[in-house]
């Protein structure tokens, strides 16, 4: 049975079908020991009463093995019929072609946001005192920007005849070394932007996170990531009305907190909020970044918390959402049942929350933690710490499934 949508309300029934791709590298590991895990949460829940149906759709290695192609239109047709999926990590191709698969999934499918919580684990190693204070979820936007791709390599024609237009047109004159230089463009759209910012309010107010941080690089690039510090305030206050609060009105004021039923709107410089997400983890509840940025911002932040390893994330559209373990395909440890399905897992629990399934999700959620206080880990945790029992992906696997409560 699909999963449909209509006005903006999903209807999940009983038996769901979701696409999945398995990803390159460690994905068969990761795929096969987390959707036992999904299955005995599913099962738990709902006593057999629900079943998610799983759909196999190609990208990536396997992708291009069986067919030709690194990404063929069949998977992004799955996707779009379906409306939720989830994949494991991908594969760069090497020489021309797709520069990233995972982008080219975000530009096809137009999953605007690209969505990381950050959360930290009890029991998990982290550079910083109190990683307990790191609790955020980043929106980063996931189709302009860099992920734009719209570059000129220096010495070729193209360039030449970007560079002469810039200079002879257009007047610039900050272009030091126009025969050397590569010319990348940086497209940033009021469209684009409320787009993101509505996404990440309607997050915040189901959430009752009443701080929001708007980051940028505004007081040098005026034009692109200036106007969406603009466009964005612009857009939360249409939406939020009389519940916007800016940073300025609450300093003036004699709160001690945010008043109830309002939203704090506040703005960072790029370079600042890096500094914040070490001293001030805590003032930062939900980010808004164009999409370099927040790249930068979602990585740095899972530093925080133990890694990659244990950072899932989400990609979502209009209607579309593409759920994703967000770290790289390791293919030194492939097929050897060394890697950590975490990620894949908190990944799979974010999407059953968004389809309004939360009793499977929170499973989830406590079984990871539960194995990572009780210090029965894969060994990229495992060698962080040295205690415990350290599990290979397929018993890690048979652990979290025998944790699964009813």
Known sequence: QKITINNRVLNVPDNPVIPFIEGDGIGADIWAASVRVFDAAVEKAYNGQRKIEWKEVLAGQKAFDETGEWLPQATLDAIEEYLVAIKGPLTTPVGGGIRSLNVALRQKLDLYACVRPVRWFQGVPSPVKEP??????????????????????????????????????????????????????????????????????????????????????????????GAFLEWAVEEAKEILGSAFLSREEFMQGSHQQIPEGRVLIQDRIADAMFQDLLLKPKDHEVIVSPNLNGDYLSDASAALVGGLGLAPGANIGDGIVLFEAVHGTAPDIAGKDLANPSALILSASLMFDYLKLPHIGKRLHDAIARAIAENRVTGDLYSSTRAGERLTCSAFSDYLCSMIDD
């Open 132 to 225: 307990e204070n790191v609790n955020m979820t980043i929106y980063r936007e996931n189709t302009e920007d860099i992920y734009a791709g719209i570059e000129y390599l220096a010495g070729t024609p193209e360039a030449k005849k970007v560079v002469d237009f810039l200079i002879n047109d257009m007047g610039a004159t900050q272009i030091r070394f126009p025969e050397t230089s590569s010319i990348g463009v940086k497209p940033v759209s009021s469209e684009g932007t409320q787009r993101l910012v509505r996404a990440a309010i309607d997050y915040a107010l189901e959430q009752g996170s009443p701080t929001m941080t708007l980051v940028h690089k505004g007081n040098i690039m005026k034009f692109t990531e």
